[in-house]
C-alpha cells in the first residue's frame, strides 16, 4: 500500500486548533439537522400507518447512524489528522480509494449537499417573501457566497456561525414542540400510536421509510473532516460524536410524537410541510410562517456546517501531493481561501443544475458508498493493524460497523433500483478522479512525497 505523506516547512501557517467538544456536537447537531424533521414525516407516513411503526424506523435510523458515528469515534482517535473519512478510507483500503472518495466530495458529495440545502433555502424564502424563479435561484447562490465569505474568516467565525443558528434551531424547535404538546391532545396520540386495526409492517415499506429517515440523518460524519483542528481530538472528537447524534436521535423522536398529537396520519401523509401544518392547525396560517423561518435558520446552519468542514478533506489531499498545491494554502485568518471559493462556486453552479429531488438523489447514492468503507474500515483495520493505539474503540464490535455497512450496501442498492440513471451518473463522475489521481499520484513521486 502506497501512503502519501505531508510536508510542513518551519514557520508554515497551519489551520488553528480551536475546537472543543461543544463545538463538535455543534456541528454534528447544526448540520444534521437541516430541513429532513420538517420535511421527510409525511413520507414516511405514506409508508407506515402507525406511530408505533414510525418512531420505531426513527430509532433505527438513529440506532444506525449512532453506530456509524461510534465508528468514526474510533478512527477518529486512532488516526487524528485533518480529512476525517478521507484519512481513514486511505490508511484502510490505500490512496487510490481514498483519492476518490476526496474527488467525489467536492464534484458531488458535499458541494452537491451543500447546492441541496441552497435549493431547500430558496424554497422555503419564496414561502415568506414572494420571490419569481431568477430570484430564487439567486437568493439560493447569495446563500451560498455569503456562508463561505463568512468561513474565509478562519475557523473561529465559521465556528460562532455554527454555535449560533445551532443554538437558535434547538431553540425554536423546543418552543414548536412544546407548543405541539402542550395544545395537542392525548386521545389521537394513543390513538395513532397504537391502532385498533392490526398493523402489518412489509419489509418493503419499511426500507422505504428507513431511505428517507437516513436522509434526515444526513451530515453526522462531517466533524472527522476537522479532527486536526481539536485541541484534544482523542477525548473531543468520540464524544462529540456520540453526545450530538443522541441529541439528534431524542430531537427526531419526540418530534414525531408532537406532530402526532395534533394531526391524523392522513392529514401528515397529505402534506409536505408537517412542521407548519401542524402548527396551522393550533394556531392559523399565520403562525405557520414561524415554521418556515425555523426551517431558514435550519438549513442556513446545516449549509454552513457543510462549507466549514468539507474545505478540510481538500486541504488534506494538498498536502500529501494528492490535490492542487493552491488548495494547501491559508490566508492569514488560517482558513483554506482558494478551496473555499472553488467549492463555494462549484456548490452554486450546482443548484442551478439540478432539483431539489435529483440532487439528493446523486448524494446519497455516492455518499453511502464511502460511508459503508469508512464503517467497515475499523473491521479492516482491527485486522491489518491491531498494534495500533486506540484511545476510543466502538461498543458492540464487531457487530455495530457490521449493521452499519449492510445498512449502507442496502441504502446504495436502494438508490440504483428506483434512479439506475442518476446512479450511473453519479459512478462516472467519480471514475473521472482515476485520471486525475495518476496525474497526481506521479507528480507526488517524482517531489518525493510518497513512500511505501
Known sequence: MTLITATQNKGELTLSRDLRLRDASAIVVGTVIGSGIFLVPSSIAGELRSLLAVLFVWLVGGLLTLSGALALGELGAA???????????????????????????????????????????????????????????LAGVLCVFLLTAVNCFGLRAGKTVQNLFTGVKLSGLTVMVGLLLLWGHAHPFGKNFWPQSPVHLHAMHFAAALIGVLWAYEGWHVVSFTAGEFRNVQRDLPLGLLYGTLLVVAIYLIANIAYYTTLKPEQIQQTDRVAASAIGSLFGSTAAIFISALILLSIIGAMNGMILTGPRVYYAMAKEGLFFR??????????????????????AGLTLLGTFQELFTYVVFTGWVFYGLAVSAVIVLRIRRPEIERPFRVPGYPWLPGLFTLAAIGVTVSAVVTAPLHAVYGIALILTGLPVYAVFIRGAKSSGLSKS
Do not use: C, D, E, H
Not at 481513514?88 to 472518495?101: E, K, M, W
Open 79 to 137: 488516526f487524528p489528522g485533518t480529512g476525517g473519512l478521507y484519512v481513514y478510507l486511505r490508511y484502510a483500503y490505500g490512496s487510490t480509494t481514498s483519492f476518490l472518495y476526496g474527488w467525489g466530495l467536492l464534484t458531488l458529495i458535499q458541494s452537491g449537499t451543500i447546492a441541496t440545502l441552497a435549493v431547500g433555502f430558496r424554497i422555503y424564502l419564496a414561502q415568506i417573501v414572494q420571490l419569481t424563479v431568477v430570484s430564487q435561484k
Open 326 to 347: 493552491a488548495f494547501a494554502n491559508l490566508n492569514r485568518f488560517r482558513a483554506p481561501l482558494i478551496v473555499l471559493l472553488v467549492q463555494g462556486f462549484w456548490a
